[in-house]
Structure formats: structure tokens, C-alpha cells
T-cell receptor
Framework: EPEVTQTPSHQVTQMGQEVILRCVPI?????FYWYRQILGQKVEFLVS????????KSEIFDDQFSVERPDGSNFTLKIRSTKLEDSAMYFC????????????FGPGTRLTVL | GEDVEQSLFLSVREGDSSVINCTYT??????LYWYKQEPGAGLQLLTY?????DMKQDQRLTVLLNKKDKHLSLRIADTQTGDSAIYFC???????????FGAGTRLAVHP
């Protein structure tokens, strides 16, 4: 069964460093998303991406964040200069249709900023 | 703004029914979802309901929607130890189906 994969499973970085979180969505899907979950808090929407551009982003998704689909299979989230409060579990999701809106989630990348 | 609230913890005996409740604020919600998260895994869609429905049954799962009170519930019949997980309620705000999640209810099933 096709699934969304994410790498790495755990990333530790120093404050101020850049990180890139990688996702491989399900191959025939067209809509891609990033969410995050700070420990003990809700899963929060960050950004959605369709047709090679951002379709919606939340207030969290400021200039420090960017997304890219560099090669037609990977979908990446870059944080340019990490802050302590960026520590969270980051989930990638993909969807084949917005009619039902079923989003398939990856297992997440735990980002720890020291 | 949009918000989804759930109770954080539920403990049930194996074989009993579990009922997980959720309330939401966005009256324009079109789809409401229940996701399950097992340890170390991503969020798995369990079931969904359209806002023009009151009830949906899918094997051991029953979803009830009270649109007037903006209340959603998930009933799991004959709860098994394998049902132990965190259950997230989510609503779709339309567009490209951004999901708004609740905080998740941790279901513990004991013998």
C-alpha cells in the first residue's frame, strides 16, 4: 500500500542553523501539506502546496519557512534559522483530491532545537 | 477563529464501547474527520462524515454529528487492546482542505 515517508525521523540542530525536512508523498497525489505538533499541543497546519506553489499558509509559516518540490517526488520544508520554539514533530501529508479531502500522513520528523 | 476541542483521556475495559467526543466552532465545516495515531506512526484516517449527515456507521465505528450543537462523537464498539491510541478529531475549512485538529484523546484499553 502506498504511503508517505519522511526523513529523518529525528533531527537535532543548534539554534540559528538551517534544517531541511524531507517528505516523499504518494506518487499520484497533487496536494501536499506540512503540519506540526509541539509537544503536548494540537496538530497545527503550516502550509499547503499545489501546482508548484503555496496555496495556503498559516500565521506560523513566516519568512523563516519555505517549501519546495525540487524533483517531482520530494517535498521539503526548510527552516532557515531555527529557534527553540521550532522544536516539534513535523508531519507531511498528501492528498489526491480535495473532494473528500482525505490526507495521508507520514510518520513525522521530530525536530529538536538546542 | 476555528477551534476544535476534545477531552484528553479515556480509559475503557476491553469489550466495552468507547465514546470519544469533540466540539468545533466553525459552522462552515464541510467535512469532519477522525484520525488515529499509534505510537511512532503518522495520523491514519479512520472515518469521516459530511456536514449534511447525522450519522455514519463503518463496522465497529459509529460517528454521530449534531450540527446544531457542533458536536461530533466517535463510538468504538467492542473496544480491543489494539484500539489503544490517540484519536484526533479534525474539521475541514474548505479550499485545499486544510485540517483543523483537536488536541487528541488518548484511549487506554485495559483487560
Amino acid at each position: 500500500e502506498p504511503e508517505v515517508t519522511q526523513t529523518p525521523s529525528h533531527q537535532v540542530t543548534q539554534m540559528g542553523q538551517e534544517v531541511i525536512l524531507r517528505c516523499v508523498p504518494i506518487s499520484n497525489h497533487l496536494y501536499f501539506y506540512w503540519y506540526r505538533q509541539i509537544l503536548g499541543q494540537k496538530v497545527e497546519f503550516l502550509v499547503s502546496f499545489y501546482n508548484n506553489e503555496i496555496s495556503e499558509k498559516s500565521e506560523i509559516f513566516d519568512d523563516q519557512f519555505s517549501v519546495e518540490r525540487p524533483d517531482g517526488s520530494n517535498f521539503t520544508l526548510k527552516i532557515r534559522s531555527t529557534k527553540l520554539e521550532d522544536s516539534a514533530m513535523y508531519f507531511c501529508a498528501s492528498s489526491g483530491s480535495t473532494v473528500l479531502g482525505e490526507q495521508f500522513f507520514g510518520p513525522g520528523t521530530r525536530l529538536t532545537v538546542l | 477563529g476555528e477551534d476544535v476541542e476534545q477531552s484528553l483521556f479515556l480509559s475503557v475495559r476491553e469489550g466495552d464501547s468507547s465514546v470519544i467526543n469533540c466540539t468545533y466552532t466553525d459552522s462552515s465545516s464541510t467535512y469532519l474527520y477522525w484520525y488515529k495515531q499509534e505510537p511512532g506512526a503518522g495520523l491514519q484516517l479512520l472515518t469521516y462524515i459530511f456536514s449534511n449527515m447525522d450519522m455514519k456507521q463503518d463496522q465497529r465505528l459509529t460517528v454521530l454529528l449534531n450540527k446544531k450543537d457542533k458536536h461530533l462523537s466517535l463510538r468504538i464498539a467492542d473496544t480491543q487492546t489494539g484500539d489503544s491510541a490517540i484519536y484526533f478529531c479534525a474539521e475541514s475549512s474548505g479550499g485545499y482542505n486544510k485540517l483543523i485538529f483537536g488536541a487528541g484523546t488518548r484511549l487506554a484499553v485495559h483487560p
